[in-house]
């Protein structure tokens, strides 16, 4: 196994317990620890090595990586509103996810259209 496999998972571990831990603290410590970018360098890394450095495949890894920042941000923001209305966890996650999947499929469309 290679670290790009191994790292993520390692982090994504100690995220999780910190939020389990700040959350009792801070709501906002816990929300923000959840939402740090740690994949985003991660994966910066990974297409940087793979690409020997290529600046065109960063510059259109990096693009996409702001457009996929839409769908998250629908999502949370669905999350939000359905946690607001009462809703619970379950059909919370899966509003967001269907906003998620409305917001990627649009994008994608978008971006084909365009040529991006």
Partial sequence: MKWQDILPVLLSILVIIAVAILQKQSKLAAALTATMPLT????LWIVYSSSDGDREAM???SLGMVLGIIPTIG???AAWLASR???RLVPTILLGYGVWAIGAAAIITLRRSLGL
């Fill in 40 to 43: 985003v360098p991660l994966a």
């Fill in 59 to 61: 510059t259109r890894f």
């Fill in 75 to 77: 999502f949370l923001v």
């Fill in 85 to 87: 209305a009462g809703l």
